[in-house]
């Protein structure tokens, strides 16, 4: 078996909601990348005895290694110091190298804020965070705040714990140092190699994945040797299998089975995404898209010049709530708009066109739609989209969707459908998206 760890992520700003957690995610990967395998991830307020109890949990789990983030900040409600110190069997001790290096990186805060700082209280933060356990080994601080590497008093047992900064701003370059530490060669040396893919597919529900699972078991593939996990986001299934070595060849068989029964829906076997694949498509055909949204806001803009160089093939888009402003700024005809309503696949199309028109570009993509809560009617309810892309050559995809969910889900999933829309476009105009499955 491999080395097993565990994560405990501390602050109540993280397990009451008011900070989303962004380090637990990024530890785990970093652990698989190792070949090191993660039980479970534990969100703890800053009370001492409920980071104990956590890190007590994974002593009785028998893991390996445990890694800490937060709770190293020079105020009184960060004690993870002072209690990893106590669960290790290791008495705190100042340690002055570690006491003069804040201090010289306290120096520059100082020059900076002059007469209004707090020297007494500055003085009492810097010796705070130079209070270590006895035999810990010291990372040094990206911020004021060093990390460290705790391994078991000589007569104590248990996981070697990693305690990091929060901010991932400081955590992430310290992660490098702490996996060079001597406690942590110690959990390295008895990690094992894994191997990870993500399979991605498009225009089907989760359950069918199921069901091929199912049959890919049935059909003689040893399923039980794959770590296989399926997740349904924004509108897109994603496969994440993990597998060591000796069990290559049941990966690769599921990969061909899974790619002969949904070979129309399968649009990446690499774990790239429609985004990146997209990128990769304007770039290599030197095309420009632009567009028009209605109930998207702008958020296909924003996706679509998420990823680096964007500029390259993304000269603009325009938000289009109002009617007027449809008419006014992408060009679209009242009378079309009084005729069918804002949300039809005429006024997607002439979105599309007035997008391409307006700004130049060689694609225009067109999406109005009903995102809720309101605004529905029986005809038309919440979740009704149209989305239109239209290409220099004639060639367009359009297509009505009804999807499921809240406000932000609708929204969310239709810059989805409009990216496909815009791969299929962009590899010839294939069509085979269903409606029923894109809803």
Not at 237 to 263: C, G, K, N, S
Request: aromatic share 4%; proline share 5%.
């Amino acid at each position: 078996m491999s080395a097993r760890a565990g994560i405990v992520v501390t602050g109540t700003e993280v397990l009451t909601g008011r900070v989303s957690d962004r380090n637990g995610p990024w530890v785990s990967e970093q652990l698989s990348g190792l070949g090191i395998d993660h039980t479970h991830t534990i969100l703890v307020g800053d009370r001492d005895e409920d980071m104990l109890a956590a890190l007590e949990f994974f002593r009785t789990s028998g893991v390996d290694l445990v890694v800490t983030s937060g709770g190293l900040g020079p105020t009184e409600d960060d004690r993870t110091a002072e209690v990893v110190g106590r669960f290790q069997g290791r008495e705190m001790v100042l340690d002055e190298p570690t006491e003069a290096r804040i201090w010289e990186i306290l120096q520059r805060m100082r020059v900076r804020w002059g007469a209004a700082l707090d020297e007494d209280a500055v003085r009492a933060a810097n010796r705070k965070q130079a209070v270590v356990p006895r035999g810990a080994e010291i990372l040094a601080p990206v911020g004021t705040a060093p990390g460290l590497v705790v391994s078991p008093a000589p007569d104590s047992a248990g996981p070697v714990v990693v305690v990091l900064p929060g901010p991932p701003r400081e955590l992430q370059p310290m992660w490098s140092d702490a996996v060079a530490s001597e406690g942590f060669a110690s959990v390295l040396a008895r990690a094992t190699t894994y191997r990870q893919s993500m399979l991605r597919l498009f225009g089907i529900p989760e359950s069918e994945i199921a069901a091929t699972l199912r049959a890919a078991r049935d059909g003689g593939i040893d399923i039980d040797a794959l770590e296989i996990t399926t997740c349904l986001r924004r509108g897109e299934i994603e496969v994440v299998t993990r597998w060591q070595p000796p069990a290559d060849a049941a990966y690769a068989a599921l990969e061909d089975f899974v790619r002969a029964r949904h070979a129309d829906t399968l649009f990446s076997d690499d774990g790239t995404s429609v985004d990146q694949q997209v990128a990769s498509l304007l770039r290599s055909q030197g095309l420009r898209v632009a567009t028009a949204e209605s109930c998207t806001a702008g958020l296909l803009a924003a996706r679509l010049t998420e990823l680096d160089g964007s500029s390259a093939y993304f000269p603009g888009g325009v938000v289009v709530y109002e009617n007027e402003a449809k008419a006014d700024l992408a060009g679209v005809d009242p009378a079309v708009i009084a005729s069918v309503g804002a949300v039809s696949r005429e006024v997607a199309e002439a979105l599309a066109d007035g997008a391409r028109a307006r700004l130049g570009a060689d694609i225009g993509i067109g999406i109005t739609g009903i995102a809720g809560p309101g605004g529905g009617t029986e005809e038309k309810p919440v979740g009704t989209v149209w989305l239109s892309v239209a290409g220099a050559d004639g060639t367009r995809l359009t297509r009505h969707v009804q999807l499921p969910g809240n406000r932000f889900d609708v929204r969310d999933r239709s810059t989805t459908v409009a990216m496909h829309l815009l791969r299929r476009v962009l590899l010839g105009g294939a069509d085979g998206i269903s409606e029923a499955a894109e809803g």
